[in-house]
Each structure stands twice: as C-alpha cells, then as structure tokens.
C-alpha cells in the first residue's frame, strides 16, 4: 500500500492569488492523479502529473489554471491559479503503486476562496 | 469512454439492518471496478476491487460487492451495517489497459439510524 499526505489540508484565499498544493507519497508510484472534488459532489479528474514532463489534463482543465508539477516519483505539487470562488473545492492527489491496479489517495486539501 | 451511474444518492438505514448500493457502469472495453468510501472530512479509502475471476468479491470493514457483466453492475452489500460505516460511497471504473484513469460516480451517502 502507500500512504499520501497533502500539504496544507485547508486553506481560505481571496480571489485572484494562488496556491500551491503539495502532495507526497511514502512508496514510489508510477501515476500520480490530481482531482477535484466540488462540495457535495463527486470526484473529477483533473489532471495526471509525469515525472519530469508536463501533466496531461482532461476536458476542462488547462495547464495555466492548474500548473502541476512532478519532479520526482513521490512528490508533485497542484498549483491553483488566479482563484476565484468557483475554485472552492477539495482537491485530492492520488498514486497508483507498480504492478497494482489501486489507487491510494491523501486526505485532501479543502480550499474555500474569498 | 467509461461512465458510472449509482442509482441512490441517499439510503437510509437501521442499524444491523441489511443493505446494498448500486452502481451501473458503461463501457466499450474490459473495465475495472472499485468501491470507495469516504468518511467526513477524509480521503478516499479503498473497499473494494475487481479486476478479474471470481464476481464476487470480499472487501474491508464486511463488505462484498458482486460483478454481473451481463447487467454492467456491481453493487456493494453488507449483511449487517453498523453506525460507523455512515460514510459516502464511491464507485469507480477504469479501463484494463491504458492509462487506468478513474471515472467516478456520484456517490451514495449511507446513513445509520440506530
């Protein structure tokens, strides 16, 4: 299994900064997944972090609005930029361990923007 | 492209009482399922896999779900719930091969009454 933290775990912001989300895996895993979670809602796919390349991202999500970072096989970071209220959500990281089809998740950052 | 439907956004039940949640998925390709649960104010846990053989599978904390491929579901039972499994529950699907990206579904929230 894997354990993954997040840094920080929650987070008020005024609109139009950033933020920068951390997220370390205690194993090395070969996929690192960033989602959104809107309150009251599901899970979204946002993007998925490669070691030292750019993030692939899905439908709805661009890399200027969402900058990801993974340098390394345990670490990348999410960067929410130029926030506004609508970006209020839990974002969570997940990794995906070698030869295993699970997926282990942290405990989320809860971000409420201002 | 993969979907997931699960039929219940609420179920209400007694404590020790039976229960099941459902989840249909769509797909065009061999999938994987998953079943998740998430505590208030927590990560995602794993319950659950299939990824291939027997369809039905045990899983933490009780719980079983059952792969039915001719109906694409897999619901998640448990004979008897107790007050600290009221959490939200998640199906999830990926595809067998690829990228293994998750696509959620809405989620069911389980509550316990006493």
């Known amino acids: 299994s894997a354990v993954i933290s997040q840094k920080p775990s929650r987070d008020i912001c005024q609109r139009g900064t950033s933020l920068t989300i951390q997220c370390q895996v205690d194993?090395?895993?070969?996929?690192m997944f960033w989602y959104r979670q809107q309150p009251g809602q599901s899970l979204t796919l946002i993007a998925t972090?490669?070691?030292?390349?750019?993030?692939?991202?899905e439908s709805g999500f661009v890399i200027d609005k969402f900058p990801i970072s993974r340098p390394n096989l345990t670490f990348s970071t999410l960067t929410v930029s130029n926030m506004s209220p609508e970006d209020s959500s839990i974002y969570l990281c997940?990794?995906?361990?070698?030869?295993?089809?699970?997926?282990?998740f942290g405990p989320g950052t809860r971000l409420t923007v201002t | 492209a993969q979907s997931v439907t699960q039929l219940d956004s609420q179920v209400p039940v007694f404590e020790e009482a039976p229960v099941e949640l459902r989840c249909n998925y769509s797909s065009s390709v061999s999938v994987y399922l998953f079943w998740y649960v998430q505590y208030p104010n927590q990560g995602l846990q794993l319950l659950l896999k299939y990824l291939s053989g027997s369809t039905l599978v045990k899983g933490i904390n009780g719980f079983e779900a059952e792969f039915n491929k001719s109906q694409t579901s897999f619901h998640l039972r448990k004979p008897s719930v107790h007050i600290s499994d009221t959490a939200e529950y998640f199906c999830?699907?990926?595809?067998?091969?690829?990228?293994?990206?998750?696509?959620f579904g809405q989620g069911t929230r389980l509550t316990i009454n006493p």
């Open positions: 999830a699907v990926s595809e067998s091969q690829g990228a293994q990206k998750l696509v």
């Open positions: 194993s090395q895993v070969t996929m």
């Open positions: 972090a490669n070691q030292g390349s750019e993030a692939t991202y």
């Open positions: 997940s990794g995906r361990l070698a030869a295993s089809y699970e997926q282990y």
